[in-house]
């Protein structure tokens, strides 16, 4: 069983579109995150939810928007998209938030074009 | 502020030499440690942690990691590299209280037979 999944796995799109990537996982983690990683394999995080609560937002564009419909599943909406939105996009889930693993997904890349 | 710095963007060896990938942190006081591998095209998992239990930690596929604070360094060893060791690793740095992980730039491992 997959511990952290995320769909889908690919995704092309033009400028100007609204996406969507979603993110479960089956750990019963109580906190989860969505990560970017760029070109240059450098990854920040964007998001953590902890029981479908907002935890962090870092400087992230409000046309991205995290929603977390229980705290089994954190997805990503991306409105608008632009160019330098092309990255590797993360999910993860830990049992806290407090320093304890987290496990990550296989990843989303996003090609905008 | 608190940040990991990794001090080589490569590293080459020889199948069966020592492996040796440097990480320097900055913090004002003890902080809580990872070492994370990323292969092709995969997510992240978790090497070993530093939670200031012990300064020598084991983790997984012979790796381990010493914490030296007077050196303020947390450098991922092995004795002896295998071919499957091939892959980008990062050295990550949790920020307490923000409950979010700080990554370095990452260290690309290169095994040659």
């Known amino acids: 069983d997959t511990a952290v999944s995320q769909t889908p796995k690919y995704l092309v799109t033009q400028m100007g579109n609204d996406k969507s990537i979603k993110c479960e996982q089956n750990?019963?983690?109580?906190?989860m995150y969505w990560y970017k990683q760029d070109s240059k394999k450098f990854l920040k995080i964007m998001f953590s939810y902890n029981n479908k609560e907002l935890i962090i937002n870092e400087t992230v564009p409000n046309r991205f928007s995290p929603k977390s419909p229980d705290k089994a599943h954190l997805n990503l909406h991306i409105n608008s998209l632009e160019l330098g939105d092309s990255a590797v996009y993360f999910c993860?889930?830990?049992?806290?938030?407090?320093?304890?693993?987290?496990?990550f997904g296989p990843g989303t890349r996003l090609t905008v074009t | 502020a608190q940040s990991v710095t990794q001090l080589d963007s490569h590293v080459s060896v020889s199948e069966g030499t020592p492996v040796l990938l440097r990480c320097n942190y900055s913090?004002?006081?003890?902080?809580?440690l990872f070492w994370y591998v990323q292969h092709p095209n995969k997510g992240l998992q978790l090497l070993l942690k530093y939670t200031s239990a012990a300064t020598l930690v084991k983790g997984i596929n012979g790796f381990e990691a010493e914490f030296k604070k007077s050196e303020t360094s947390f450098h991922l060893t092995k004795p002896s590299a295998h071919m499957s060791d091939a892959a980008e690793y990062f050295c990550v740095s949790l920020i307490t209280g923000f409950q979010k992980l700080v990554f370095g730039t990452g260290t690309r491992l290169l095994v040659s037979p």
């Open positions: 993860a889930s830990s049992q806290d938030g407090g320093g304890s693993e987290q496990y």
């Open positions: 750990l019963g983690h109580d906190t």
């Open positions: 913090s004002s006081y003890s902080p809580s």
